[in-house]
């Protein structure tokens, strides 16, 4: 790739052609806040919080949509800039009911993330009452718009990473708000609860709703795993505490869903914890199934197998994998059943 | 006094196609055809004219910004929006004078190459949007519009699209999601209209009243329009006079007419023998002048000189009873009512203000708000999406630091 060079806050810097201010900063270490921006939402120039001063370019630019160029001067620091970022966090704390003591966001909250970082203990304007109705209607996501900082990143996921077309921007001025169809409650809307809009929320506007109350963010460990319910091997975070998964969010940076998840890998985890499961194997015996130990259990397989292949041949044994495990677990039952079992007969579950 | 714009104003039944070709109508577009378009295009450059609708953006400099392939698709625009608080010049054009506009747009469709043409108009003025399809379909019937011009081989359609009342929708962009069916929303720019315009292609937008000067141009020659007015303020502008003067209206007089003079010859002086106190010189968004200020030029450079502008040319006059703190939350009002809601700075911003000269206007400020929106002013500007941001903060900036004394007295 053609590289640049450019100079950011007087020092010299690199950046690939075509990348924007924003990640040429980032690249060569240099910190500046976002809030509407998410790489994989990527259109952004909301907030304006990442506002840059551009030699030779009047006004501020913003640095996540403004194209880097060969011999630009950037500035990311000047007291104009600084100013227009903490007007920017303090105008969001004086219109929306943000109070982090209690709120299921904090320590992973963006808007948060910002005010630490341009030292903003409170808002130096006086706060606006913001006390609009929180939509709890759908069965898995709380919406509340009091802390909905119009981002547009929930908008952009659901119209054009999902493409399912539910959220949008409505009404104008202070009153933008999300709205979900034609204004209709979520749990009411065309909504299909995938829950990406909620993973891209960069405060606790949208948040998953079984994760209500169980824990600080900074309790919950993470645990990357790999989605058990079909073959495409989404990449997600079990953030666990005390033993229990407290909610799932699909990895950002992996393929192959690049954080995208469905209504049952992000929300359909409670089977888990289900006393119903199966903890150990079952062996029919007269008629009856019957706890067995591991070893038992396969003895009793390759005992029965090989039985069957001494009689009847190799042909009367056919191998189904299962269309939800892994590619690697079905490869490995593919070349178990050709080389193991000496047969071509392997299928899957969605074929039979 | 050459007339340009208002020249038939006076002839009764201007609007109909016989009066208006019987005065001269549709001569400039004759003259036109006859020409290679770049001859127009260095024609309208060299008449110096600037675009009427706020910003001053030379139009010869503009067409020339469109990428030189002509084989792609490029449309024209005509903003007749008009939302601009203490504006009503295009109205008078489009209600009155139809052809004067039809004529401008299909001289600089030719120009341009362009083949479809839009007049987006703001909702409210529904009867003129009416008049204005049967001037288009009048026009039509003649050869003055549509297929095959006047058997020139060029083809030009015009749509008449209504707005639904938003103020933004007369910023460029937002005008053209409008069009597109979006929500109003302004674009990020770059990219600009010239590549990336309405449905992504090549568009020049003009004014009502930019377009309705290119036929003059044509007709008479680039130097009998860049010898009215001053140097770089080339040409007439029509002024819209509102407020307590004597006689309100709209006045057309040469770029860098003194407002002195616009106030007490054109309108007649403040109404009722009161003193003058304030005068906003180019609609809402422009930064309001003193009493003494007033015997600036008006046109872009002079008005630019002394911190305001030219903007639309619409004029509010406030004699010495007007309180500037109710006219600041009135603004105030208006701003945080018509921003988008994009950008955080306006929508955040815009409301903030409204709150806080609110609490000052019911006695319940501090000292500490004034200087909140002087700050909030000084920041907005400058840092947002489109340049409504820049339109809020300045007139508000103005009226605190220029009538500072009535804010501080009451505050606590
Ligand atoms: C908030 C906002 C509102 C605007 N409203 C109008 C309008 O009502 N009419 C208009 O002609 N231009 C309006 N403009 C300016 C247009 O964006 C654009 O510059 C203009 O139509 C270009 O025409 P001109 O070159 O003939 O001036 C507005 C701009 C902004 C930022
Ligand atoms: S959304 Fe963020 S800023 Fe708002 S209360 Fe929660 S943690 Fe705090
Ligand atoms: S709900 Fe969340 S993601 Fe959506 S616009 Fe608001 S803050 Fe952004
Ligand atoms: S400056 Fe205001 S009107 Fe313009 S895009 Fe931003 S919010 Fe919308």
Redesign the pocket.
């Known amino acids: 790739m053609k590289k640049i060079a450019l100079n950011i806050d007087g020092k010299d810097a690199q950046a690939a052609e075509g990348d924007t201010i924003l990640n040429a900063a980032r690249e060569n270490g240099i910190y500046i806040p976002t809030l509407c921006y998410h790489p994989r939402t990527k259109q952004a120039g909301k907030c304006r919080i990442c506002v840059v001063e551009v030699k030779g370019l009047p006004d501020l630019q913003v640095s996540c949509s403004l194209q880097a160029r060969d011999g630009m001067t950037v500035n990311t620091t000047s007291e104009r800039i600084i100013e227009t970022r903490k007007m920017i966090v303090e105008l969001y704390l004086s219109s929306g009911r943000h109070n982090c003591i209690s709120c299921e966001a904090s320590g992973e909250c963006e808007l948060q993330d910002a005010a630490y970082h341009l030292g903003l203990e409170k808002s130096n304007f006086p706060v606006i009452p913001k006390d609009l109705p929180v939509d709890s209607s759908s069965p898995m996501i709380i919406k509340d718009m009091n802390k909905c900082i119009q981002c547009f990143r929930c908008v952009e996921g659901c119209n054009n990473v999902v493409v399912n077309e539910v959220l949008e921007m409505g009404f104008r001025g202070g009153d933008m708000t999300v709205v979900c169809d034609t204004n209709k409650p979520m749990g009411k809307s065309s909504c299909v609860i995938c829950g990406e809009c909620v993973q891209l929320c960069p405060t606790a506007a949208l948040l998953e709703k079984k994760a209500a109350g169980k824990g600080r963010t900074w309790e919950l460990k993470k645990v990357r795993t790999t989605c058990p319910y079909c073959g495409v091997g989404c990449q997600m975070h079990l953030h666990v505490k005390d033993n229990e998964i407290i909610k799932v969010t699909g990895v950002e940076d992996a393929a192959p869903n690049f954080g995208t998840l469905c209504i049952k890998g992000r929300f359909g985890y409670d089977f888990v914890h289900s006393p119903e499961r199966l903890r150990s194997p079952l062996i029919k015996r007269d008629g009856e199934f019957v706890e067995a130990s591991w070893e038992e259990a396969l003895d009793f397989t390759a005992e029965k197998l090989l039985e069957i292949k001494k009689t009847h041949g190799t042909e009367a044994i056919v191998g189904i994998g299962c269309a939800r495990t892994t590619n690697e677990n079905n490869y490995i039952m593919m070349k178990f059943m050709r080389a193991a079992v000496g047969t071509n007969n392997v299928d899957h579950c969605a074929r039979t | 006094m050459q007339k340009i714009l208002f020249k038939n104003i006076d002839v009764p039944d201007a609007r109909s196609l016989d009066t208006y070709k019987s005065r001269g109508g549709y001569a400039a577009l004759k003259k036109a055809l006859s020409l290679p378009p770049e001859k127009l295009i260095s024609m309208v450059e060299e008449s110096g004219l600037r675009?009427?609708?706020?910003?001053?953006?030379p139009?010869g400099i503009?067409w020339k910004f469109l990428p030189k392939d002509r084989n792609r698709t490029i449309y024209l625009i005509c903003?007749a929006?008009?939302?601009?608080p203490g504006t009503f010049k295009d109205r008078h054009i489009m209600e009155f004078d139809p052809h004067l506009l039809i004529e401008g747009m299909t001289i600089t469709a030719y120009a341009i190459g362009a083949h479809h043409g839009f007049i987006y108009i703001r909702g409210e003025y529904n009867w003129i949007a009416k008049l204005l399809m049967s001037a288009i379909i009048e026009a039509v019937t003649e050869g003055f519009v549509g297929y095959n011009i006047l058997n020139s081989g060029f083809s030009f359609y015009i749509d008449v699209f209504r707005g639904a009342g938003s103020?933004?929708c007369?910023?460029?962009t937002a005008l053209m999601e409008s069009i597109e069916g979006k929500a109003g929303r302004p674009r990020l720019k770059p990219p600009f209209p010239a590549t990336f315009g309405l449905y992504g292609e090549s568009t020049v937008?003009?004014?009502?009243s930019?377009l309705s000067c290119v036929p003059f141009i044509i007709e008479k020659g680039p130097e009998a329009f860049s010898k009215i007015g001053k140097p770089r303020s080339h040409g007439t502008k029509l002024f819209g006079i509102s407020g307590h003067v004597n006689k309100p209206g709209l006045y057309e007089y040469p770029m860098g007419t003194p407002l002195r003079k616009l106030i007490y010859e054109a309108a007649g002086g403040v109404r009722g023998g009161k003193r003058l106190k304030a005068v906003i010189p180019g609609g809402l968004s422009s930064p309001i002048l003193t009493a003494d200020e007033i015997d600036v030029e008006m046109d872009f450079d002079s008005l630019l000189s002394i911190g305001s502008m030219l903007g639309s040319g619409g004029i509010i006059v406030m004699d010495e009873d007007t309180s500037i703190p109710m006219i600041a939350q009135k603004t105030a009002k208006f701003f945080a009512h018509e921003s988008c809601g994009q950008c955080t700075p306006c929508r955040e911003g815009t409301n903030m203000i409204k709150f806080l000269i609110d609490r000052i206007i019911a006695g319940k400020g501090g000292h500490t708000d004034l200087e909140q929106i002087l700050r909030l002013c000084r920041y907005i500007k400058g840092s947002t999406i489109?340049?409504?941001g820049a339109?809020a903060a300045m007139p508000l900036n103005a009226m605190i630091k220029k009538f500072r004394g009535e804010f501080e007295a009451l505050v606590r």
């Open positions: 675009g009427r609708g706020g910003a001053g953006f139009a503009k903003n929006d008009e939302g601009e103020y933004v007369g910023e460029e937008i003009h004014n009502v930019t489109c340049a409504f339109a």
